[in-house]
């Protein structure tokens, strides 16, 4: 959402599903983050990356009262940095620019995500203003220059949403 940066999102969810259990799905976020959102309370870490079944056994996995963070993503050795570009961003912010990267309209990022529209021209704006950009044409070059967003992610990309996950292509 606008003006919540990092994982103060999360921190939201968490407090307004009480006991209910709250997981972080993310394409972008190196494992800091991902250890960072388990801190915090979070039932599990899914990154985009994770096939189908897999997918399903860590949502059953986490369904049972488990924690659950795939080990060989969160015992990578390798020292990642969070690209640049995505620092400022919030998670919200990189689902909407994932979509823009994806060339769809707003309406269409909009249902993908279960938002309003206007929600996402909010977003959109608050893009531009982030990324010092004047349109999302730019935005989106700028993304995919900075490595941002790798092709084979775009292309298929899956979104959490409130009724479960939700391939990007579908309508």
């Not at 909009?110 to 349109?135: F, M």
Request: with cysteine; net charge positive; glycine share 8%.
């Amino acid at each position: 959402m606008p003006g919540m940066n990092g994982l103060t999102g999360l921190e939201s969810a968490i407090k307004m599903n009480e006991s209910r259990p709250v997981a972080l799905m993310s394409g972008t976020a190196p494992k800091a983050i991902a250890q960072k959102a388990l801190d915090l309370g979070a039932i599990g870490f899914l990154p985009k990356t994770m096939g189908a079944k897999p997918f399903v056994n860590a949502v059953e996995f986490m369904a049972a009262g488990n924690v659950y963070a795939p080990i060989k993503f969160m015992t990578n050795d390798s020292t990642e940095e969070l690209n640049s570009l995505a620092k400022g961003l919030s998670i919200r912010d990189l689902q909407v620019l994932g979509g823009l990267c994806q060339g769809l309209a707003n309406k269409e990022i909009a249902r993908d995500l279960e938002l309003q529209e206007v929600t996402i021209k909010l977003h959109v704006k608050t893009l531009y203003r982030k990324l010092n950009v004047k349109n999302r044409t730019y935005a989106a070059m700028m993304a995919k220059e900075a490595g941002l967003f790798k092709v084979k992610d775009l292309f298929g990309c899956r979104w959490l949403t409130r009724r479960g996950l939700r391939s990007s292509k579908a309508t």
